[in-house]
């Protein structure tokens, strides 16, 4: 995964976690010594682990959500995608990214729950985000110890 930071005039750190890449955007008055790491530490500052999951568990977790939320898509598919984790046609179908299964497995837990309730909500307004908050309230810091598991690892060399 390349990894990419960029200072920019924003007021607040922002982030796009692709499947390809993740971008992280940084205020031009954070010091140049700033460590994006020490934002994103949400639990002791400690890092999730790389564990991932086989395509049946990826299925039994989908299956999981499905019935949690009480909805029934038509057909549901991983296949790989290069721009996105998923993608649905709410009511209808819904599509995983087959890069997923290398991913972690809290992450890969918050973009199926994230998918699967764009079957009650179909936009990410407010009443979308407070469902996701109800279903998943710690969806913010998994997407935060995601993007720190990456940083991690290209600290640590393994990562492109």
């Known amino acids: ?8 005039d924003r007021k607040s750190i922002a982030y796009s976690l692709e499947p ?11 010091p140049d010594n700033f460590r994006i790491e020490d934002v ?3 639990v002791n500052g400690n890092v999730i682990c790389s564990e991932t999951m086989t395509v049946e568990e990826f299925h039994q977790l989908i299956n999981e959500w499905i019935e949690k939320l009480r909805i029934k898509p038509e057909k549901v598919q991983i296949r790989r995608m ?19 299964m290398g991913m ?8 199926i729950c994230h998918e699967l309730l764009h079957f009650k909500v179909p936009n990410h307004n407010k009443l979308f ?10 969806w913010r810091e998994r997407i935060s110890r995601t993007i720190e598991y990456f940083l ?9």
């Open 1 to 8: 995964m390349k990894i990419i930071v960029n200072r920019t």
């Open 20 to 30: 390809e890449k993740l971008t992280i955007l940084i205020p031009q008055h954070m």
């Open 40 to 42: 994103l530490s949400t």
């Open 82 to 100: 290069k721009n996105k984790w998923a993608s649905c046609s709410p009511g209808k179908s819904v599509l995983f990214n087959s890069s997923l």
């Open 104 to 111: 972690p497995k809290e992450f890969v837990a918050y973009v």
């Open 129 to 138: 985000k407070n469902l996701l908050s109800a279903y998943m309230p710690d």
């Open 152 to 160: 991690k690892q290209k600290e640590n060399g393994e990562n492109g």
